[in-house]
């Protein structure tokens, strides 16, 4: 099970967020994953194997963490990061189990 | 370009079918593992259903679809399949077509079919 927080996270543009992915038992980090939603969009990886961006992905995402606490940060946040973040664990069965999500909203 | 085109969704009724299918464009179905991942309204996301590149095409699935829901895959199509069947009302949702990457996460994502489930 993987658990996230804050559920919602008010901040201004520019200002730094930074998003929790706790799991119930500890993982191995290779497996770990984030993703960004915007409103009407599919997911967009963002992060693999808990702190590799994936292509394309800016350098103001910052994913890090092992055994059971990974983050996601993001330095300065711009009008597309606004959004709902999800980490993701890879497994067997189920393949990948999500997180319930954070919502990153303009204050 | 690496394209993933979903198609098929729709109404179904409580305890009928439906197929949803995916087109890729880009890569060859040979090369990667694909699963479906599901979205219900305003909630989050729902690994469905995978099926690997190798061995077969070995397929696995959530246990909310395990018996009721198929999937497959033809190569020569570039298509995947997702038969779903004794439909349940929370069945509906936001059916992605996605792409397994190498490096345990999905890399590609199509942009969803709507499946509703209602009589």
């Known amino acids: 099970v993987l658990t996230q927080s804050p559920g919602t996270l008010s901040l201004s543009p520019g200002e730094r967020a930074t998003l929790s992915c706790r799991a119930s038992?500890?993982?191995?980090?290779?497996?770990l994953a984030w993703y960004r939603q915007t409103p009407g969009q599919a997911p967009r990886l963002l992060v693999y194997g808990s702190s590799s961006r994936a292509p394309g992905i800016p350098d103001r995402f910052r994913g890090s963490g092992s055994g059971t606490d990974f983050t996601l940060t993001i330095s300065r946040l711009e009008s597309e990061d606004f959004a709902v973040y999800y980490c993701?664990?890879?497994?067997?069965?189920?393949?990948?189990?999500f997180g319930q999500g954070t919502k990153v909203e303009i204050k | 370009e690496v394209q993933l085109v979903e198609s098929g969704g729709g109404l179904g009724r409580p305890g009928g079918s439906l197929r949803i299918s995916c087109t890729v464009s880009g890569f060859s179905l040979d090369d990667y593992g694909m699963s479906w991942v599901r979205q219900r309204p305003g909630k989050g996301l729902e690994w469905v259903s995978g099926i690997v590149n190798w061995n077969g095409g070995v397929t696995s699935y959530a246990e909310s679809v395990r018996g009721r829901f198929t999937i497959s895959k033809d190569e020569a199509k570039n298509s995947l399949y997702l038969h779903m069947s004794s439909l349940r009302v929370e069945d509906t949702a936001l059916y992605f077509c996605v792409r397994d990457s190498y490096y345990y996460a999905v890399d590609v994502w199509g942009q969803g079919t709507a499946v509703t489930v209602s009589s």
């Open positions: 993701q664990l890879y497994g067997t069965s189920p393949l990948y189990t």
């Open positions: 038992q500890t993982v191995r980090s290779d497996y």
